[in-house]
């Protein structure tokens, strides 16, 4: 996998770089007897981490942790039941986006429902699925509204969108994630110990770099925010180490054409107009207060928890340690159902299936380098 | 999915605007870039553009996502 990495970027930079982080972080080992450990709180990060040879590149000197940044993954299992007991209801269109049609339920998977003949569409973009609305006036079309914040902003301009359109037969299944909340309770409950995060790429547009303070001023941690591309992880990681090395502690933003210190206001003002907070249920985690949005009540017609009610029963109970996977307490590997009884064709948990769930990272390009 | 392949504005309506992603044309919302114009390059999320990015950053970033494509397929 290395030669990803010698191949598909500018070797000028790259193999300076790694060999700058490896200086690095054995500077940190003599200081403090042990490898840095970082976790990078964002989905695609761990992905582009393991297609581009960086994590396999540093194994012997830098721990890089998976975080709960896939969206599929950390929607809990009740949720993923719900959705598909959703879809089972007559004269219905389900848009989704296309990790969620083959997560496995206790009972189905959407794609189940699908081959069953109920009308389950993926989507690109979201905004689609107002205008499948308008095309089926006899049905009701709910979109299947998970995400952070990069994707929160999308949620609530379909909703303006049907509502300019007076469109009476459009609603979203609104189980969306903050990722502040997650972070805060990953550093309290203290199951791993970190010596800084990998801060998201995109979900920072919205945000902005400003509002990682808290790490700093409350939990006394780092965190750099990060593009996607070799150089840009390289150099994150670069940073974190050295800044733990000086015994600095800084929120700095190594993404600075993409990423602002404020974010993006006009996506904020989307969201402050359409979305509340409310509790959210997270795989193996529960419920963290206040740690998602769901629409403001002026809103309920759009709210497909609300006009679709669904019970559902207690999950059924697996090996899968997606959970642990999720809270980065365990690696894939040490799940005894990992690229056996779980495979990417056939998987049991939510972080096989997704394009940005560490098992699948790790299927894909690290099953020998771990 | 984040896809941190910047896409240039080609063709800019009021809320739309058609980006070129390496090649591939598609059209992509803009009500979240209000001051994009043509010729910008933008970092695209489920269909709405999402923020600027800087030119040069940007050229960079599609150079070496080409090659990234081009080792994968090798």
Redesign the interface.
Known sequence: ML??LK????TEICKPLLEAVIDKAREFQNLFGRNPAFMEV???HT??LA??GVKQGLKDYVNLISGPGCPVCVTDQKSIDAMIALAEGENRIICT?G?MIRVPGSLKSLKDAKIAGKDIRVL?????SVRIAEENPDKEVIFLGI?FE??I??LT?MVSEAEKRGIKNFSIWMTTKLIEPVMRYLLESDEVNLDGFLL???VS??LGENSYQYLVDEYQISGVIS?????DLLSGIYKLIDMKVKGQIAIENNY????SKAG?P??QS?ISKYLEPCDEAWRGIGIIPNSGLDLKPEYDQFNAKKRFPVKVGEPRKTKCRCGEVIRGVVTPKECPLFAKACQPMNPVGPCMVS??GTCAAYYKYMRESF | ??V?VPAKVIEKMEYSAIVDVMGSRLT??T????EVELGDYV?V????A??I??E???KE?VE??R??V???N?
């Open positions: 030669e990803i191949q598909s970027t500018n964002c989905g695609s992905m582009a297609q581009t986006f990790d690109y973009s979201p905004v689609d995400g990069t994707t902003p999308v301009l998201p790429g995109h547009i919205v593009g996607f591309k070799t150089a600075p054409a993409v990423v993006n006009v996506t989307w394009a940005e | 999915m984040c941190g992509v919302g009500i979240f870039v209000p970092i999320h489920a269909g709405q999402m923020s990015v800087d040069t950053y940007a970033s070496e996502w090659k990234l081009n080792a994968r090798s």
